[in-house]
């Protein structure tokens, strides 16, 4: 029977190609349509391809209408042809969501009154088929070619195979000669690959197509928030000059003008997979405030925005400590939305600049994404390379962070100590940190040397003198073994006493103890004076504890025992 059918079509286009133009184009069309629409029983997929593939031959790409004057017959013929298996598609992509609420039915049933084009792999390989005939004049039929590669996009997509269709999308020419393009169709196939080889997790290669959809995303109105109202009417004037335009542009860019989205939509689009790019190169302070951005738009859906409030917090924490974290922190910690998330009580304390325990980083680790866990290439400093041993990796010692949830944490918990102490030995600290004494001294000089953290290091001395450091009053035998100086982080400064990130002057303090309200130079009743009181009393018990464990140090100093001893027992 499919031979049959060959025939006839076959026969009916010698007798087609015998007519001038002008009918050639409206025969080739009924002639299409009768055979897409023929029922699978009486015409199968195999069938259906060599069908398909003797109509281009003889309506498209003949000699007769390939060349000259016949051209317009052949293009005509491929766009009739693109449309057909479009509309086809969308049918059966409705018909197959109506299906799944409704019972399963006998599959002869199923089938009845479908064209064999309804399934996907039959649709894929009649696609691919013309594509490969149409190769070898695609200068000639650019356009009719660039609506079957999106439609070809399109079919991949839907079966999740994201690079052929990434591939298939590269392959459409945006800077021909040829043809004009405009920035808003450059705009939609660029961001469209980026999502493509995000989902492929080829952050590299989306990367690339951002940036050349960077270059073009502002001559297209309406797709950043900044000129979206400033071009509202410029907008809707390149729109009535759209309708305006012949019925000739109108048919031949049909296709392409469907398949193009929203200009806001488009950048919505642009700025969430910048986020994700930024994520997944592990620039999480930009990722973390793009993401919060978005996460305030009204076109997205309230789970899609919940996800990116939660993916911004995320970002946050794992952003490199320092000011810029800082401020991310308090823009995230003003929005009532993030007490709701699982990272809130995490997020709070990294915000307080609390220590961040073992126990309470394991339990963050299990809300994170695969590259946001990934090991960290080996340590290129000198001396961590040098300090490294087969009997350190066997005594559990780590002179690195392993992962990159480790460094942040790491970091943030440097940063954390610079709060509390005036000075802490680097065997103190990295044991605070469960790294190394040159593990901890490395982290603390990248983080000093980037300007996230106010300190000097101090490796001044020998073992073998004694005595006093005229600087800090610490004994030479400690210093000797390295020392690490905080300065002013917020937290001390000349006349200044604070808490918890809340400062009060000495003013307030010698207010307090006169009772002479007016030495503050503050309102004198309410909440400021409250909020002063309570700093007042944090800070006095800060400094009892801090009194105290200066006590224990010299005692256990006087008791002989080493510096080392002493950041162990912590």
């Known amino acids: 029977m499919s031979s049959t059918v060959l025939n006839e079509l076959t026969s009916q286009l010698q007798q087609i190609s015998s007519q001038p133009n002008a009918a050639r184009s409206a025969a080739y069309a009924r002639l299409l349509t ?19 593939s003797v109509y281009l031959q003889h309506a498209v790409f003949s000699e007769q209408n390939s060349t000259g ?55 894929r390989q ?40 990434a591939r298939v999308l590269l392959a459409i020419p945006l800077d021909s000669g040829h043809r004009t393009v405009s920035d808003h169709f450059k705009l939609s196939i660029y961001v469209r690959i980026v999502r493509l080889l995000l989902e492929a997790d080829d952050p ?17 109105p309406g797709a950043l928030p900044s000129s979206a109202q400033r071009t509202a009417e410029a907008e809707a004037e390149a729109e009535a000059e759209a309708n305006a335009s012949s019925s000739l542009e109108a048919a031949s860019e049909s296709s392409a003008s469907a398949s193009l989205e929203d200009a806001k939509v ?32 009204s076109e997205i859906d309230e789970d899609d925005r919940s996800m990116m409030l939660s993916a911004a917090v995320t970002a946050s924490i794992l952003s490199p400590a320092g000011p810029q974290r800082a401020r991310t922190l308090a823009t995230l910690m003003r929005d009532e939305r993030t007490q709701s998330l699982p990272q809130y009580t995490i997020l709070s304390k990294v915000f307080l600049d609390h220590i961040i325990r073992p126990d309470e ?40 962070p392993l ?36 593990g901890a001294e490395a982290t603390a000089r990248r983080m000093i040397m980037q300007g996230r953290l106010k300190a000097w290091i101090d490796q001044v001395g020998d073992a073998s003198e004694s005595g006093v450091d005229s600087r800090s009053g610490v004994d030479s035998a400690t210093a000797s073994r390295g020392m690490l100086f905080f300065l002013d982080q917020g ?45 007042r009393r944090w800070d006095e018990q800060i400094s009892r504890l801090t009194d105290a464990l200066e006590d224990v140090c010299q005692h256990l100093n006087k008791k002989g025992l080493s510096s080392s001893a002493v950041a162990a027992g912590v």
């Open 491 to 535: 937290r001390r400064a000349e006349n200044e006493i604070t808490a918890g990130g809340l400062s009060a002057s000495a003013k307030a303090e010698a207010a307090f103890d006169g009772d002479d309200a007016s030495a503050m130079n503050a309102p004198t009743s309410g909440q400021g004076d409250l909020d002063a009181k309570w700093t």
């Open 266 to 297: 488009l950048g919505l689009q642009f700025r969430l997979s910048q986020a994700r790019i930024y994520d997944s190169q592990r620039r999480f302070a930009e990722a973390a405030v793009r993401y919060h951005e978005l996460s305030f738009m």
């Open 69 to 123: 004057g016949g051209l317009i017959v052949g293009r005509n013929a491929l766009t009739a042809f693109e449309q057909h298996i479009a509309r086809i598609a969308r049918n059966a992509a409705a018909a197959k969501a109506s299906e799944q609420n409704e019972s399963m039915q006998d599959i002869d049933a199923e089938k009845a009154g479908k064209s064999a084009l309804c399934d996907p792999d039959v649709c």
């Open 403 to 438: 992962t990159v949830l480790d460094r942040a944490m790491i970091e943030h918990n440097v940063l954390s100590a610079s709060r509390l102490y005036d000075n802490i030995t680097l065997d103190g600290l990295g044991a605070l940190v469960n790294l190394s004494a040159e």
């Open 126 to 165: 009649v696609l691919e088929d013309a594509l490969d005939q149409v190769q070898a004049r695609v200068l000639s039929f650019e356009e009719q070619a660039s609506n079957l590669r999106l439609q070809l996009a399109g079919l991949l997509e839907s079966e999740e195979e994201w690079n052929e269709a």
């Open 34 to 52: 009768e055979l897409l629409t023929k029922d699978i029983s009486q015409l199968d997929g195999p069938a259906l391809q060599q069908a398909c």
């Open 204 to 220: 590299v290669q989306a990367d690339l197509y951002l940036k050349r959809a960077s270059m073009v995303i502002r001559n297209v």
């Open 361 to 400: 980083i394991a339990a963050f680790e299990k809300l994170l994404s695969p590259h946001q866990v990934a090991k960290l290439a080996p340590s290129n400093d000198p001396v961590i390379r040098m300090q490294t041993s087969a009997s350190d990796s066997a005594s559990g010692v780590r002179h690195a």
